[in-house]
């Protein structure tokens, strides 16, 4: 390949790169819609919400995505369209016990940018998004997995969330929530029988659903009544706690968690079933930083990115509990 030819090519090269290029119009003109989602508020557990009950949902989502607009950081900010987007819940797998029907409210931020010479903002790869979840008990625990661990009840258990920090009195978590909720506990702590038994009801499964092996199957039972075996009827009636045994610990290890589950009593039953007891703030950027910031961005965060850090800074969580009912 001559020299010509090479230049030529880089010259080409060059000049798609150029065009290529992203730029963001931070003061194009912004705004802020709300709109409901028809096609997934028909999920299975969708449907079985009376068209009365969802008309009560509609509204109270509309209300909750009109206070977000009082927050200068969300109205109409230059540079960027958002988008709430309300929804009702499409699945009660992990907290069947409650009768309390739950909905979403998602915040999409998209920017104003000119992408490869056109000017536009609906780029589904260039957005950022955090959700208010409502009567979502299940998302506390998620993101602390332990298998399919399950009470005598099937309520899921877990380790404990670890908390990062504050914000105007409510509690963050390192799994990426912020929490409002009605002052009861969330989750209870299981002792060390409760987790034993766990642990014997989710290896009876494996076995039953050819995950495991009968001779396995026997090691693994056998190695957990040994274990137990070894406990006082205190420490089997102890909190149980992550650690050096499999039985679960009836003691803390500095940094190990308690071992919990859901409290099926935080909802309060005599209330209407579209009654908003809980709100759960939903967002991949909380996290603890070396600055003191409870939401992650640096120099490389896209302006969505560091939008949605702005805006989600600027809630006053303390304020949302006016929705608790």
Request: proline share 2%; net charge negative.
């Amino acid at each position: 390949m001559n020299l010509k030819l090479i230049f030529t090519l880089m010259v080409v090269a060059t000049g798609l790169s150029t065009k290529a290029q992203t730029v963001y119009l931070s003061d194009h003109e912004g705004h802020t819609v709300y709109e409901y989602n028809e096609e997934r508020s028909k999920s299975d557990y969708a449907l079985k919400v009376t068209a009365q009950e969802e008309a009560t949902i509609k509204k109270k989502l509309e209300n909750f995505a009109k206070y977000l607009k009082s927050y200068s950081s969300s109205n109409n900010p230059k540079g960027f369209e958002v988008i709430h987007r309300g929804e009702i819940g499409q699945t009660q797998e992990f907290f069947h016990w409650s009768k309390n029907i739950h909905f979403d409210l998602s915040v999409i931020i998209f920017p104003w940018a000119n992408y490869d010479g056109k000017i536009m903002w609906h780029c589904a790869e260039c957005s950022a998004y955090f959700s208010i979840l409502f009567n979502r008990p299940d998302r506390a625990l998620m993101g602390y997995t332990i298998g399919d661990m399950f009470d005598k009840d099937g309520m899921k258990i877990n380790t404990e969330p670890i908390e990062v920090g504050e914000q105007n009195g409510c509690k963050l978590y390192s799994n990426g929530i912020a929490v409002i909720s009605n002052g009861n506990p969330l989750w209870v702590s299981i002792t060390v029988k409760e987790y034993i038994e766990a642990l014997l009801r989710r290896s009876k499964k494996q076995l039953e659903k050819g995950e495991l092996d009968q001779t396995l199957y026997e090691m693994f039972v056998d190695k957990i009544n040994e274990e137990k075996a070894t406990y006082t009827e205190e420490e089997l009636n102890s909190l149980a706690y992550e650690g050096d045994k499999m039985c679960g610990c009836p003691y803390r290890l500095e940094g190990a968690r308690a071992f919990v589950k859901m409290n099926k009593d935080y909802f309060d039953k005599t209330k209407p079933n579209t009654a908003i007891q809980l709100i759960i703030v939903d967002a991949d950027c909380i996290q603890q930083m070396d600055d003191g910031g409870l939401y992650f961005k640096n120099e490389y965060s896209s302006p969505e990115d560091i939008k949605a850090v702005e805006m989600l800074n600027k809630f006053n969580y303390a304020d949302f509990k006016k929705f608790l009912e």
